[in-house]
């Protein structure tokens, strides 16, 4: 049995912004990480938690039967609501991008968006984005997830006529520089209107993305 402690959490955050602090795992004890999901889902009935380990994963899902935990992306997540605003299109450049587009798209579908994901759309095989654009199109913003190059987003930004958030991965060989290279690479977008977010940030994107559609009228 996990004994609780006392931590100094944000209660007041929905109301001021719209959606409830979100636990950052990453550097936290799985006593501090079960504690906070525990006190918000409590306060809030529902929680995210981002950058999980393994072991504050598995007390999660003990902690909290009913949320999902997703051991790929760290992702933990209790009472997601329906899809009411969206879509937001999902791009992932390649698998080795995926642990960064999960955490992207969980937090966008926490905020109560449709998420619709492109999967292994990298540039070394163009023509895979290219039998989606239509689709991509017809989304309120895209959120485009790449290591390597980076190049990926440009190119979306060429093709729509939405918003189009760069989510760089530390994915990538040597000079890659554990994803700076793919960050200076979408900071120096030659398509217009592309917007960046830190190295691995997809929880970032996500929440911006959500941000965006949420403008928008609710879906019918």
Not at 149 to 159: F, I, K, T, Y
């Amino acid at each position: 049995m996990l004994a609780r402690m006392t931590l100094n959490l944000d209660l007041d955050r929905l109301r001021r912004c719209g959606y409830p602090e979100v636990v950052y795992g990453e550097g936290k004890t799985v006593i501090e990480v079960v504690t906070a999901a525990t006190r918000l889902a409590e306060a809030h009935g529902r929680v995210l938690v981002t950058r999980a380990s393994e072991a504050a994963l598995t007390a999660l899902a003990v902690a909290l039967p009913a949320g999902l935990a997703r051991a790929r992306s760290g992702t933990f997540a209790l009472g997601e609501p329906a899809a009411t605003h969206g879509p937001i299109a999902v791009i992932s450049a390649g698998t080795a991008d995926e642990p960064w587009a999960e955490e992207c798209a969980v937090t966008a579908a926490m905020r109560g968006c449709q998420v619709v994901r492109f999967a292994d759309c990298g540039v070394a095989g163009i023509h895979r984005l290219f039998a989606h654009v239509e689709a991509i199109r017809a989304c309120r913003c895209v959120v485009v997830v790449a290591g390597m190059d980076g190049a990926l987003p440009s190119v979306v930004g060429g093709l729509v006529d939405i918003p189009v958030i760069a989510c760089p991965t530390p994915i990538g060989y040597g000079v890659a520089e554990g994803g700076k290279v793919a960050l200076g690479t979408m900071l120096s977008a030659c398509a217009a209107g592309v917007t960046v977010v830190n190295i691995g940030n997809g929880f970032g994107a996500g929440y911006a993305a959500a941000a965006i559609a949420r403008q928008a009228p609710a879906l019918a």
